[in-house]
């Protein structure tokens, strides 16, 4: 038993380890789920849309989206690999000994969430998708996790939109009672699960149909904002789903709610018509200034890099070769050998896209630490005002806090004092 209460660091990292193992990558078995769609009318849909569904297939695949994503048309990756289903199971208590896992817990109920792409070819535009692959906006305001920014060309969105997507033609705008389906939205229980930003907020009534309470709680960390259901969905597919989720989405989160024909015409008469304030932008919040105190290593090491960094930006030799998607690569990204999980490591930077090693410290015009950046344009990401240049970090999850940004940077302006 003794070996089981290692360092939460230590199993951790062993259990990651099977990440990197070459042994544990099986080839991904086709899914009948989105190819059906797109094979049976490849030529058509490419004609459509300009996309390369094929290759657009081989890209999901290369770029791991099965790592986060069921319903992919590839095999879920495997847990040790999986960034969902592995956190999924410690909440579950399949993994980790019960002493690990309450020390766990707290740090993935956050995280063990993705939607499912399945059935994504009846449902999602291909046209959104690629706009979204290649700035990711929050949609879901109840998951703290995100869509990351992924490193992908336009050309490559668009294949990647060709082989996921739904091959939509214009549709009539549609004509239901807007006032009526505003009223349903009401009352039906959709505000209980969704969001509606841009209108008046949406009230939460009682849901009509039994929902388990673990399927509950996850269905409202995934549900969508409906501001999107206009850009996402053609007409049709909202009234379809609307319909019965389940006959479009096998595990579709939502439940079907009984409602009438006359009544799914309204509700997408106001999904559609309704009038929505632009989006919120909210730009990142100002930096704190930079300590007076003394900031040792072993502090930023313990609230920042060690805790949150060390997940992408590990070190290989510990890992069985896999320093995770910040350090060897993956989830579509060039090995950067970054390895944020000690001092030396953190000193020898990143490899820039010429293959040379580059400081994290570097400053800009600004005078801001390239790292420091990192830090802040995940804020920006998050505030839906995106800087470019620089991609958010941590990738996609939540941002660091002002006060975490504060030590980082005064670790850095004190000279990265080692202790
Ligand atoms: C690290 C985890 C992660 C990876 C890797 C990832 N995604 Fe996502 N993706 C998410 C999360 C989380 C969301 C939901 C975000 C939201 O709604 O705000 C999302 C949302 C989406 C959506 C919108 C789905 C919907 O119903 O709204 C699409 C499409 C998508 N991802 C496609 C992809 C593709 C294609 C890949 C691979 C090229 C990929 N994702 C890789 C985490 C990931
Ligand atoms: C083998 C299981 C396992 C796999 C696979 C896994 N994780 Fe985790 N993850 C954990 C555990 C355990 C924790 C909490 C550890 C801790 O407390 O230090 C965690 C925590 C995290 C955190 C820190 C959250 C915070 O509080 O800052 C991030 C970020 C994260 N994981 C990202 C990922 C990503 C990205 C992947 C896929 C590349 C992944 N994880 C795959 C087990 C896993
Ligand atoms: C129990 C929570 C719950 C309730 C109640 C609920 N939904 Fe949903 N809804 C979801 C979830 C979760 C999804 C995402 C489903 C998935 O991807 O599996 C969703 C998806 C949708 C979508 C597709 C949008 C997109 O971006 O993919 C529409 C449209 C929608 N819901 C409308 C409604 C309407 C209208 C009502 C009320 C009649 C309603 N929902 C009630 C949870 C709920
Ligand atoms: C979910 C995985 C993930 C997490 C968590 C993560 N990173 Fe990264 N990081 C990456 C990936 C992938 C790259 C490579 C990006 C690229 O190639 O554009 C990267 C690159 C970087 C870079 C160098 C590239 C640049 O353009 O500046 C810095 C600095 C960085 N990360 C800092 C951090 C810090 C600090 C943390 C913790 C607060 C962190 N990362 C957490 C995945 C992650």
Known sequence: MRSWVLPVAVSVAALLALAGCPNNDKKPKPDPSPSAATSSSASSLTAAHGGDAAKGKALVEKQQCNRCHDGTGFEAAPQ??????????????????????????????????????????????KKWIE?????????????????????????????????LGADDKDEPKPTGDVAKGRQLLDTKGCGTC?????????????VAVPLEPKEYGRAMRVAPDLRFVRDK??????????????????????????????????V??????????????????????????????????KKVFHRTCWHCHSEPDYAIGDGGPGNSGGLGFKPRGLNLSDYAGIAAGFLNDKGERESVFAKDAAGVPRMV?????????????????????????????LEDIQLVESWIAQGRPRS
């Open 268 to 301: 997408v008469a106001y999904l559609y018509n309704a009038q929505i304030e632009a989006p919120r932008v909210t730009p990142p919040p100002q930096r704190l200034p930079v300590l007076t105190r003394k900031v040792t290593f072993e502090e930023v090491d």
């Open 80 to 125: 040790g690999k999986h960034c969902v289903h592995c956190h999924t199971d410690i909440m579950d208590a399949k993994f980790g000994s019960a002493e690990s896992r309450v020390k766990w817990q707290p740090r993935v109920k956050d995280i063990q969430d993705a939607p499912s792409l399945e059935a994504s070819s009846k449902r999602l535009g």
């Open 373 to 401: 950046r990192a830090l802040v344009a995940r804020h920006a990401e998050e505030g839906g005002a995106p800087t470019g240049e620089v991609r958010g970090m941590p990738l996609g999850y939540a941002p660091l806090s």
């Open 194 to 206: 969704h969001k509606m930003t841009g209108v008046s907020p949406l009230a939460a009534s009682p």
């Open 233 to 266: 969905m053609a007409p049709s597919r909202v009234v379809a789903w609307l319909t019965d989720p389940k006959a479009v989405k096998a595990d579709s989160s939502m439940p079907k709610i009984p409602l009438s024909d006359a009544e799914v015409k309204d």
């Open 131 to 163: 706009s979204y692959l290649l700035l990711p906006v929050d949609q879901r305001p109840a998951l703290v996790q995100a869509m990351p920014r992924l490193d992908l060309t336009p050309e490559q969105a668009k294949d990647i939109a060709a082989y």
